[in-house]
């Protein structure tokens, strides 16, 4: 049986690694998603996931986490916590719960402190530096750059699929502000008997589209991973761009049950993946005349 | 041109004679929508929503809202707010923001707070002595009923669609617990090309399937409005009973672009629809044999 895990952005390759250990071990889908997202969350060069991610309005790194288990569509997922070292642990551990998977802002940090998860003031020194010298500048926008969540999607050896998912969302974003990161069947999704997605860009026009959700439900229904991918992104940025005049940065990955993977995208966006028969490899996804192309890198 | 509104449970005939005021005159479906919501949340009598709502396990009646423009797709939303009259109406103010339009907690109440939004309290004495009272049994309980979330689906002479929900979520749920009303795609969907959707039921079930996005998706695709709202609905109710042994309550209704409606549930589920040529009716939907049997009452 194959195994196999995909990952979003350069800084996904350096999880997609203890993946594939794990993986390769005969080890569970839902820890090699963990444990990948996990490790990308305590690296301080990564600006917007965990410690040294990117800070909000007031100066505060404030995390959303997700996670989804394909075999039972259980989730779990915090959002707006502040003061934990890993939001995808603490995502995880909601999943099992019969009601009450998803908290927010005080509750969220509450069910944490309850439950002993590990304390961290994830503001880096040079997180701080960044919000002081770009505060003013960055008053004046209303959409920001920088909003790279990390995302995992793992298939192991028994056929389970799992989806983790961590961010620190928009750079200066407004306080409680809630992307589609934590948001099961937005940023991710997971089903072991189709496939699983998850998506990273601009939160705010994700969700309009349900794009985790919508390309597993493609898989579901005939599509390849990559077909769902590129067809749920492309759908959304077109319509996006009739309704209002542009569409802002989305990028998805997919992994089908049988182990091929997809991406779809309106930006350059890298990407990981790993599995039994292909070593880790970095591609790029890029548009070019409305196509999606892929390079390694 | 048709007008036409769906609102969720026997309170939801409140709201939508205040809709259907707005809509017969050639009001907004935007307006029409949080109107509707807003009655409902205003009245003490209604111990799901708004004023009166249920409170949460610490005795804090903590608030979610959302709403949709179906014209822009653009969304707003609040989740876990405390302490302000009309969570629908902060939720609406959000929505045409380009960026960071669903707030949580206390950043939620910020917004509020700055944007002169209404305050209030709104633990009723009679909810204080539910809760006194049921607290001790509730604890030893893990999924609780009463989730009654109001949804107002409109549609106006100019052709927009709207949705809007209101809820104060579980009764005893755990502090900051997000449900599936104010995550745009689950709790609530609306675009003016094809049809709106919005779901009550437990929230951790409904988010499982993003059912108000999956039946607006099916009414895009060559299904009428009650077909999309029962598939959605049975859909993940056969593919939940399958997984995890059980489905708990899920209630969607649907309102096409044309002002056909529909409704999809697992459970005795009541629902107010008035149009132009309907005059403002309560029905119950209930499953019996596998079939979905609508009456009026």
Chains 1, 2 share one sequence.
Not at 21 to 35: P, T
Not at 177 to 184: N, T
């Amino acid at each position: 049986m194959t195994w196999a895990a995909i990952a979003t952005w350069k800084m996904g390759a350096l999880g997609a690694k203890i993946s594939a250990d794990i993986l390769a071990k005969g080890g569970r889908a839902s820890d090699a998603a963990v444990e990948g997202v996990s490790a990308v969350e305590d690296e301080p060069q990564f600006h917007s996931v965990g410690y040294g991610g990117r800070p909000d309005r007031t100066g505060h790194v404030v995390l959303d986490g997700g996670f989804m288990d394909g075999d039972t569509l259980h989730y779990g997922a915090v959002a707006s916590i502040e003061g934990f070292r890993s939001p995808v642990r603490i995502a995880r551990s909601l999943a099992p719960r019969e009601a009450n998977n998803f908290l927010c802002g005080k509750g969220a940090e509450l069910y944490a402190e309850k439950n002993g998860f590990e304390k961290r003031d994830n503001l880096s020194e040079e997180a701080r530096e960044i919000y002081e010298k770009e505060r003013d500048r960055l008053k004046k926008l209303s959409a920001y750059d920088g909003h790279d969540t990390v995302c995992f999607l793992t298939l192991d050896e028994s056929g389970s699929m799992c989806a983790a998912v961590s961010t620190s969302g928009l750079f200066m974003k407004d306080p409680g502000r809630v992307g589609d990161s934590p948001l099961c069947g937005s940023g991710y999704y997971a089903d072991s008997e189709t496939g699983a997605a998850a998506a990273t860009g601009l939160g705010e026009e994700i969700i309009k589209g349900s794009l985790s959700f919508l390309a597993v439900f493609y898989m579901g229904h005939g599509y390849s991973a990559m077909e769902a991918a590129q067809k749920a992104v492309d759908e959304l940025d077109e319509k996006l761009r009739r309704r209002n005049g542009k569409a802002e940065a989305m990028s998805l990955i997919t992994l089908a049950k049988d182990g091929s993977w997809g991406v779809g995208t309106n930006v350059d966006f890298p990407f990981a993946f790993v599995s039994d028969t292909q070593e880790l490899t970095l591609f790029l996804a890029a548009k070019k005349d409305g196509k999606t192309v892929i390079e390694t890198i």
